[in-house]
């Protein structure tokens, strides 16, 4: 246990912001989710709704230093090249 006073300050932060990535990693999770559901639905305005909806999230993410800035750009790059392929087998 810590004695210090700034010890026992700092064990009282980092529980605030380990709940609080926790909350937006959840966040993160389910909208992923529901982007890849969109896409499996045949309407493509919900799914570009939703990719927008990802992206935005996973940005703020990397903006608050709960995940890297490389991982959000992967993760919507991945989800826009699934985006893609979709609407173009839609297409042909």
Request: hydrophobic residues 40%.
């Amino acid at each position: 246990m810590p004695h210090s006073p700034s010890a026992k300050k700092r064990i009282r932060q980092y529980e605030k912001r380990r709940v609080r990535n926790k909350a937006v990693l959840k966040g993160i999770k389910k909208q992923v989710k529901a982007t890849l559901e969109a896409l499996e639905a045949t309407d493509p305005a919900k799914l570009q709704e939703e990719l927008k909806k990802a992206a935005k999230q996973l940005d703020k993410a990397a903006s608050k230093k709960v995940i890297h800035k490389n991982q959000a750009a992967r993760r919507k790059s991945q989800l826009a090249r699934l985006a893609n392929a979709k609407t173009a087998a839609a297409k042909a």
